[in-house]
């Protein structure tokens, strides 16, 4: 979830998750336009969070459709490093002076990593980019990688929250997903995890094949047994490209699958957990304050093979991506051509983007976070605003955009009325 050279865009003075079109390798140069046709309209830059793409697993999953490579032998973690940070450096002209308020290390199976490839890399991003004093550094986690050593290093590295791919406790289950552990391994791993980290998140999946109501609880009420703050709950999909797409497996009808969400969500709450976002469930204080930047539109810098960026200076708002083959990334960094794509995201388009984030919120967003985000005053769609209201997606109130408790169940109906 990117370049380099260096001469950038201020704003006002201070400089400034994983497809786009083919474009420029630098951050968007000044045209002949006017500065007031210039202007992106945003008065400060919006929040920056910085997202490290690690490509490889041990196995790929079957429903997975990351951009995650199985490793064939030993994985060269030095060239790949070197790349990461040449890709940081050629990105911060876009960025400079900003500060970074939290990291994330997604894969793929970045566990996989040596505890000294994380140290290297997280000293590299502080030598190179302010960080806020408390900045959130996410990792995530296999617990068929898991070791304590390992763990141990992370946290020594600077990790301070731990995510988990746990997807299930039903070892039946974890056969069916392709998963390379077990709910023995998956307990160890929590365990260790919070031995180690001062926030642990663990992913679970729901209407898995074959899977039923009682089973799908199980899931849940182990999750919440382990002691974790905060946990992501999936609805199990189909996605295009996956090998569940192309061969798929029995799975809950959608009404089985709606009782699942309703239990889910009893089941969660009555734990103390709350239910902030439309798959994440955290304890007062834990929420994750990396993928709260990406649902209020903050912005995004992301190096790594087929990391994507979401990025802002005084002139535009763009989106761009890197190569997606690791092979690939790694020679076109050393070319100086990290990037794959790059495409401005235009006036018209912010408002749908805006909302496609935001609305994944329960809470929604204060209404002027709305101007501050896309340069745009929010009168601009006040007729939009008002559909929705009408339709009883979007909830009463002119200080929130929130949705409604029909808008979160038809969230995509919610969202497409402003794409």
Same mark, same amino acid.
């Given at each position: 979830?990117?370049?380099?050279?260096?001469?950038?865009?201020?704003?006002?003075?201070?400089?400034?998750?994983?497809?786009?079109?083919?474009?420029?390798?630098?951050?968007?140069?000044?045209?002949?336009?006017?500065?007031?046709?210039?202007?992106?309209?945003?008065?400060?830059?919006?929040?920056?969070?910085?997202?490290?793409?690690?490509?490889?697993?041990?196995?790929?999953?079957?429903?997975?459709?990351?951009?995650?490579? $199985? *490793?064939?032998?030993?994985?060269?973690? @030095? &060239?790949?490093? %070197? +790349?990461?940070?040449?890709?940081?450096?050629?990105? /911060?002209?876009?960025?400079?002076?900003?500060?970074?308020?939290?990291?994330?290390?997604?894969?793929?199976?970045?566990?996989?990593?040596?505890?000294?490839?994380?140290?290297?890399?997280?000293?590299?991003?502080?030598?190179?980019?302010?960080?806020?004093?408390?900045?959130?550094?996410?990792? $995530? *986690?296999?617990?068929?990688?898991?070791? @304590? &050593?390992?763990? %141990? +290093?992370?946290?020594?590295?600077?990790?301070?929250? /731990?995510?988990?791919?746990?997807?299930?406790?039903?070892?039946?289950?974890?056969?069916?997903?392709?998963?390379?552990?077990?709910?023995?391994?998956?307990?160890?791993?929590?365990?260790?995890?919070?031995?180690?980290?001062?926030?642990?998140?663990?992913?679970?999946?729901?209407?898995?094949?074959?899977?039923?109501?009682?089973?799908?609880?199980?899931?849940?009420?182990?999750?919440?047994?382990?002691?974790?703050?905060?946990?992501?709950?999936?609805?199990?999909?189909?996605?295009?490209?996956?090998?569940?797409?192309?061969?798929?497996?029995?799975?809950?009808?959608?009404?089985?699958?709606?009782?699942?969400?309703?239990?889910?969500?009893?089941?969660?709450?009555?734990?103390?957990?709350?239910?902030?976002?439309?798959?994440?469930?955290?304890?007062?204080?834990?929420?994750?304050?990396?993928?709260?930047?990406?649902?209020?539109?903050?912005?995004?810098?992301?190096?790594?093979?087929?990391?994507?960026?979401?990025?802002?200076?005084?002139?535009?708002?763009?989106?761009?991506?890197?190569?997606?083959?690791?092979?690939?990334?790694?020679?076109?960094?050393?070319?100086?051509?990290?990037?794959?794509?790059?495409?401005?995201?235009?006036?018209?388009?912010?408002?749908?983007?805006?909302?496609?984030?935001?609305?994944?919120?329960?809470?929604?967003?204060?209404?002027?976070?709305?101007?501050?985000?896309?340069?745009?005053?929010?009168?601009?769609?006040?007729?939009?605003?008002?559909?929705?209201?009408?339709?009883?997606?979007?909830?009463?109130?002119?200080?929130?955009?929130?949705?409604?408790?029909?808008?979160?169940?038809?969230?995509?109906?919610?969202?497409?009325?402003?794409?």
């Amino acid at each position: 979830m990117m370049a380099r050279v260096i001469p950038i865009a201020l704003f006002n003075g201070v400089a400034t998750p994983r497809s786009g079109v083919q474009g420029m390798q630098s951050s968007p140069a000044p045209t002949d336009k006017t500065a007031s046709e210039r202007s992106s309209g945003l008065v400060a830059p919006p929040p920056l969070a910085l997202y490290v793409h690690w490509p490889w697993c041990v196995k790929k999953c079957p429903y997975c459709d990351f951009n995650s490579h $199985e *490793a064939k032998g030993e994985i060269d973690q @030095a &060239a790949y490093l %070197a +790349a990461l940070i040449s890709d940081l450096e050629m990105a /911060l002209p876009a960025i400079w002076g900003r500060p970074v308020v939290s990291i994330f290390i997604g894969g793929g199976t970045p566990s996989l990593m040596s505890g000294e490839t994380c140290e290297a890399l997280l000293a590299a991003i502080r030598m190179r980019l302010p960080m806020q004093a408390d900045a959130e550094v996410t990792m $995530e *986690a296999n617990p068929g990688t898991a070791e @304590a &050593a390992k763990f %141990a +290093a992370f946290r020594a590295a600077g990790v301070n929250r /731990l995510s988990i791919g746990v997807q299930s406790f039903d070892d039946e289950k974890l056969k069916s997903l392709g998963r390379i552990h077990d709910s023995a391994e998956a307990r160890r791993a929590i365990e260790m995890g919070l031995k180690n980290f001062e926030r642990v998140n663990i992913d679970l999946m729901y209407a898995l094949p074959q899977q039923t109501l009682a089973q799908a609880q199980h899931d849940i009420d182990t999750g919440i047994s382990t002691g974790v703050s905060h946990l992501s709950a999936y609805h199990l999909t189909l996605e295009p490209n996956t090998a569940f797409h192309h061969s798929p497996p029995s799975l809950p009808d959608d009404d089985a699958a709606a009782d699942m969400q309703d239990m889910v969500e009893a089941q969660l709450a009555a734990a103390g957990f709350e239910h902030y976002e439309t798959s994440a469930f955290a304890k007062p204080g834990q929420r994750c304050r990396h993928n709260l930047n990406y649902w209020t539109f903050g912005d995004y810098l992301g190096i790594g093979a087929g990391a994507h960026s979401k990025l802002s200076n005084h002139e535009t708002q763009w989106r761009e991506a890197r190569h997606r083959s690791p092979r690939a990334y790694v020679e076109q960094v050393a070319a100086g051509k990290p990037k794959s794509t790059h495409q401005e995201i235009s006036r018209a388009d912010l408002p749908g983007e805006f909302m496609m984030n935001a609305l994944r919120l329960n809470d929604g967003v204060n209404a002027r976070l709305f101007r501050e985000r896309t340069g745009i005053p929010l009168s601009e769609i006040h007729q939009l605003v008002l559909a929705t209201r009408r339709e009883g997606l979007l909830a009463e109130g002119d200080e929130s955009i929130r949705p409604s408790e029909m808008g979160r169940r038809y969230l995509n109906r919610l969202i497409g009325m402003f794409l």
